[in-house]
Nanobody, 115 residues
Framework: QVTLVESGGGLVQAGGSLRLSCTAS????????MGWYRQTPGNERELVAT???????TYADSVKGRFTISRDIAKSTVYLQLNSLKPEDTAVYYC?????????WGKGTLVTVSS
């Protein structure tokens, strides 16, 4: 059983930065993809950024140039650096991992950006 634990969320002013972490219970090298998604009340969960086993990254248009996804395989951790935060970035951020045909989700971490 895989467990993903997110951390690093909090309250920040617009223009500020945060770094989110997602630590897996096992090696992240076994996952074909890992990513960050976010969700606000009443809305569907949306993709923020993903990273593949070979380090290829993708970003939602709304966060390109502001957010950066990275990983530390030795620490079994994927990061999301959030810079130039905007109030509309306020959401619960979830970590996702894919292995074979199984998808794993963390419980999320709340990011609140004040104006």
């Amino acid at each position: 059983q895989v467990t993903l634990v997110e951390s690093g969320g909090g309250l920040v002013q617009a223009g500020g930065s945060l770094r989110l972490s997602c630590t897996a219970s096992g090696s992240i090298a076994s996952f074909s993809n890992m990513g960050w998604y976010r969700q606000t009340p009443g809305n569907e969960r949306e993709l923020v950024a993903t990273i593949t086993t070979i380090g290829r990254t993708t970003y939602a248009d709304s966060v390109k140039g502001r957010f950066t996804i990275s990983r530390d395989i030795a620490k079994s951790t994927v990061y999301l650096q959030l810079n130039s935060l905007k109030p509309e970035d306020t959401a619960v951020y979830y970590c996702k991992a894919d292995r074979s045909r199984t998808v794993y989700w963390g419980k999320g971490t709340l990011v609140t950006v004040s104006s």
